[in-house]
């Protein structure tokens, strides 16, 4: 029995083997159909949880910054899926902090707007979580939690016990929960390879990518000596994230002049 299980968990694992954008090996073992159904699930659950903002300008603000960086998705060399549409919903709340869902789902909380100051500072953060959708880590953060389980369900096997619990891998898995075992929401890979996807995209749509340093600054500031940020809890903050955006500011300046010579030149303007 135990053999037959690993003999299916190697084929499994050999068939669903892929590569994100940048080039690094993943382990995707979910459809995008059921990952669009588990990033639907999820956001209705925190949308009940929490409170949606209701002021216009805010709305208008932070919808402008989304509609300008999903539109540069088609012209950033991404190949994983695209998505299409895409639900933004702001959340009245002191929270620093702001994520994407797989299906198209974005949610910022109105605490965001004190740290990311500017619409280019904004962009940086919403990007860097659209990034993460593109490149599929909810998938693979899932299906690390689903490898996980069935390597404890062989563990089970062979002592005789019975299932594992995985009730709570997928909220995890989606970045949206507290760490679970040893699947923790987002690796620094991924937080990196999401840095990455979101100067382009907001290079591309026409926002200025060296305010992705600044909204770093202004993310380790925050911390100060008290708690950081909830976005710091599950996106940590390190110095080589700012080397990293700093070297790649060449690239990404060249992306941004282009964008502003084809037209492409946000105006959102902040709530008052």
Known sequence: MKRTVLCALSLMLAACSTQSPTGRGQMLLFSPDEMR????????????QETISKDAATNRYVSCIADALTEAQHLAAIDPEQVETWEVVVFDSDQVNAFALPGGHIGVYTGLLKVAKTQDQLA?????EIGHVLANHGNEQVSRGQMTNAGLQIASVALGAGGVDNSDMI???????AQVGIILPFGR???????IIGLELMARAGFNPSASVSLWQNMAKASGGG????MLSTHPSHDS????LRYRQNQAQQWYQAARQAGHQPQCQPPG
């Open 241 to 244: 994230r700012i080397s990293e």
């Open 124 to 128: 940086a953060v919403m990007g860097h």
């Open 189 to 195: 890979e991924q937080e990196l390879e999401s840095d």
């Open 227 to 230: 708690a950081p940020p909830e």
């Open 171 to 177: 909220m995890a898995g989606l970045g949206m929960g």
């Open 37 to 48: 159904q588990m990033g639907a699930q999820s956001f209705e659950q925190i949308k009940q």
